[in-house]
């Protein structure tokens, strides 16, 4: 897109912050699939990630996560990521027509500030009643 007519992820990531709770804070990571392999399109390491098994299931302890403060932020967030993307390419039926062969996921996580009397204060509000 442009910046009279940006893209579906402009867009989104902007009504997403939008939409965001007072608080509330913004962690992003990127992965690509490539090869049967997992690699953190954030990293310098250009090593591939070890995935665990634990009591929440398959994480990768390696992955980095990156705090967003905004729309704009998380763009070049995934700008960076997309710039070091594998471009292994294998040809199709035509010498002209190629086909990535890689997988990118663009996480995204919302927090939210922990308030420990904010449960508390509710539950009471709604006894007195």
């Known amino acids: 897109g442009s910046a009279a007519q940006p893209g579906i992820l402009p867009r989104t990531f902007h009504k997403l912050f939008e939409l965001l709770p007072e608080g509330a804070k913004v962690e992003c990571s ?8 997992i690699f953190d399109l954030l990293s310098a390491s ?39 993307k594998q471009l292994s390419l294998i040809h199709i039926s035509e010498p002209t027509r190629l086909l990535s062969i890689s997988y990118a996921v663009f996480c995204l996580k919302k927090k939210k500030k922990k308030t420990k009397n904010y449960c508390i204060n509710t539950i009471k509000q709604h006894n007195k009643a």
Not at 32 to 37: G, L
Request: a negative charge; hydrophobic letters at 40%.
């Open 30 to 37: 990127y992965i690509e699939i490539y090869n049967e392999q």
């Open 46 to 84: 250009k090593l591939p990630l070890n995935l665990r098994e634990g009591l929440n299931g398959v994480h990768a302890p390696d992955l980095g996560i990156h705090p967003v403060a905004d729309s704009a932020e998380m763009l070049q967030v995934l700008s960076k990521g997309d710039q070091v």
